[in-house]
C-alpha cells in the first residue's frame, strides 16, 4: 500500500551542495507534482509533470530542476543549495483528469541547508 | 486577490462544539472542489470531495456555493483528534494544477 514514496525523509546539506529528492508512485498515475512548504506560506508548486515526457514550472522553479524518468519516477535536483531552499518537500501524483485531480501526497523531506 | 483564500485562524473550540470554515475562490471556471487535512509534521491528506449538492461524511459537512464563488466545512461534535490544519483545494477546468489554500488551523481542545 505505498502509494507515493518520496526519499531521503531527512537531509542537511551545506550550502553549495548538491542532491536529488527522489519519488516514486505506484498507482499509475499520469501526473506529477514537486511542492515546498515554509510556515506561514502554504504549498508552493515547483515544477509538476503532466504526463511522462513534459515537465513545466510551477510557481516557485528557480534553483530547482525536475526529471520525468518514466511514469513512475519524478526527481527534484537542487544545483547549488541556498538556505532559502531549507524547506519541507513534498511529492504528489494524481490521475490525467483536469479539473477533477484527486492529488497523494509522499510523506515528505525535511531539507536543512547551512 | 489570492486565487483561493482561506481564514489561517487558529479555530480554538472546546471538545464537541460544531466549527465550520470557508473558503473562497476567485476563477469561476473552477470545476471541482476539496478539502484536505494536514497534521502537524504530515503529509496533506484528502478528507473529501465538495459536490454541487453538498455532501456528509460523518460528522462532516461540505458545500459549494457558485454564487458566491466559496465552499465550507462543518464538522460537528468536534473531537480532540480533528485538531489540524484544513486545506481547501480547488481545480480549474482543463488544468492539471489544482490550486491549495494556505490551511485553516483548528485547536480542539478539552
Known amino acids: 500500500n505505498a502509494g507515493v514514496t518520496q526519499t531521503p525523509k531527512f537531509q542537511v546539506l551545506k550550502t553549495g551542495q548538491s542532491m536529488t529528492l527522489q519519488c516514486a508512485q505506484d498507482?499509475?498515475?499520469?501526473?506529477m507534482y514537486w511542492y515546498r512548504q515554509d510556515p506561514g506560506m502554504g504549498l508552493r508548486l515547483i515544477y509538476y509533470s503532466a504526463s511522462e515526457g513534459t515537465t513545466d514550472k510551477g510557481e516557485v522553479p528557480n534553483g530547482y530542476n525536475v526529471s520525468r524518468l518514466n511514469k513512475r519516477e519524478f526527481s527534484l535536483r537542487l544545483e547549488s543549495a541556498a538556505p532559502s531552499q531549507t524547506s519541507v518537500y513534498f511529492c504528489?501524483?494524481?490521475?490525467?483528469?483536469?479539473?477533477?485531480?484527486?492529488?497523494?501526497f509522499g510523506e515528505g523531506s525535511w531539507l536543512t541547508v547551512v | 486577490r489570492k486565487e483561493v483564500e482561506q481564514d489561517p485562524g487558529p479555530f480554538n473550540v472546546p471538545e464537541g462544539a460544531t466549527v465550520a470554515f470557508n473558503c473562497t475562490y476567485s476563477?469561476?471556471?473552477?470545476?471541482?472542489f476539496f478539502w484536505y487535512r494536514q497534521d502537524c509534521r504530515k503529509e496533506p491528506k484528502l478528507l473529501m470531495s465538495?459536490?454541487?449538492s453538498g455532501n456528509e461524511d460523518g460528522r462532516f459537512t461540505a458545500q459549494l456555493n457558485r454564487a458566491s464563488q466559496y465552499i465550507s466545512l462543518l464538522i460537528r461534535d468536534s473531537k480532540l483528534s480533528d485538531s489540524a490544519t484544513y486545506l481547501c483545494?480547488?481545480?480549474?477546468?482543463?488544468?492539471?494544477?489544482?490550486?491549495f489554500g494556505r490551511g485553516t488551523s483548528l485547536i480542539v481542545h478539552p
Open positions: 465538495v459536490y454541487s
Open positions: 498507482m499509475n498515475h499520469n501526473s
Open positions: 504528489a501524483s494524481s490521475d490525467l483528469i483536469p479539473g477533477g485531480n484527486t492529488i497523494y
Open positions: 476563477n469561476s471556471a473552477s470545476q471541482s
Open positions: 483545494v480547488v481545480n480549474r477546468g482543463g488544468s492539471y494544477i489544482p490550486t
